[in-house]
């Protein structure tokens, strides 16, 4: 049975984390807002009871609702047996998860500094300084922190030759700051190797090199998580 996924239907955002897992590992799925219509996920996640996510993006498989990104992905990596099979590791690996999602918020609190539901032009000077930090001390940190888990593995990927959840992830990661700071990406070339490395093996993963080269693959654009705005990428 297709496991239902519901995010924004115009943005990669973090509904992308989601349909870029299910690419690489050919789990059945339908972008279910894309197929209706964002009206239509927000109505449908109104009407569900019990515990309900509390955004988008969220999954359906079966009686099973999940949300929040992190936690979809643990479900489906478990589900289809895309793990190591050890305890102690895939907690490793949702931990990474977790670290993950703490920088896209980052990322987006770029561009959003002061408020969420205030335009950017509407905090554009707050949004300057922060950029300016966010370049200085926040990616440096956070892309270290991932650089030296995957050199810890041996590579490529997280689990060494074999792909898992937080690899998809990461790809996004790296392919999201490439367009928001490319002026910055291309000067720190180098400085993150085996992320870099990672970048280029996960495309070569047959299922993800089908749908890079798709029209299902939104771009990246200024609605989205990663924004690029020339001021916010400058020294």
């Known amino acids: 049975m297709s496991i239902e996924l519901w995010y924004w239907p115009d943005i990669p955002g973090r ?10 590992f050919e789990v ?8 209706q219509s964002a009206d239509a996920m927000v109505e449908h996640m109104h009407g569900l009871s019990g ?14 609702i ?6 979809i992905l643990q479900y489906l990596s478990d589900k289809e047996g895309h793990g ?13 998860q977790l670290d993950i999602a703490d920088f896209v918020e980052e990322v987006h609190s770029v561009h959003h500094p002061v408020a969420h539901d205030l ?4 905090q554009m000077d707050a949004a300057f300084e922060k950029a300016a930090y966010f370049r200085a001390q926040r990616i440096p940190k956070y892309l270290i922190h991932f650089d ?9 990927f997280m689990l060494g030759q074999q792909p898992s959840h937080v690899d998809t992830s990461l790809f996004q990661v790296m392919e999201g700051l490439d367009y928001a700071f490319p002026r910055y990406m291309k000067e720190m ?17 047959e299922g993800v090199a089908d749908y890079l080269a798709s029209e299902q693959r939104l771009e990246f654009s200024e609605d989205g998580i990663f924004r690029h705005y020339e001021e916010l990428d400058e020294q």
């Open 28 to 35: 059945d799925y339908t972008d279910m807002a894309r197929e």
């Open 51 to 64: 515990i309900r996510p509390f955004a988008p993006p969220y999954i359906v498989d079966g009686e099973v």
């Open 148 to 156: 030296n888990a995957i050199a810890a593995s041996g590579g490529p």
């Open 15 to 24: 509904g992308e984390f989601v349909r870029l897992f299910c690419e690489a």
């Open 84 to 96: 190591s099979g050890e305890m102690e590791t895939d907690l490793g690996l949702l931990q990474l």
């Open 189 to 205: 070339q180098g400085h993150w190797p085996h992320l870099e490395g990672l970048q280029g093996a996960v495309p070569e993963i």
């Open 119 to 122: 335009y950017y032009a509407d």
């Open 66 to 71: 999940i949300g929040q990104t992190p936690l």
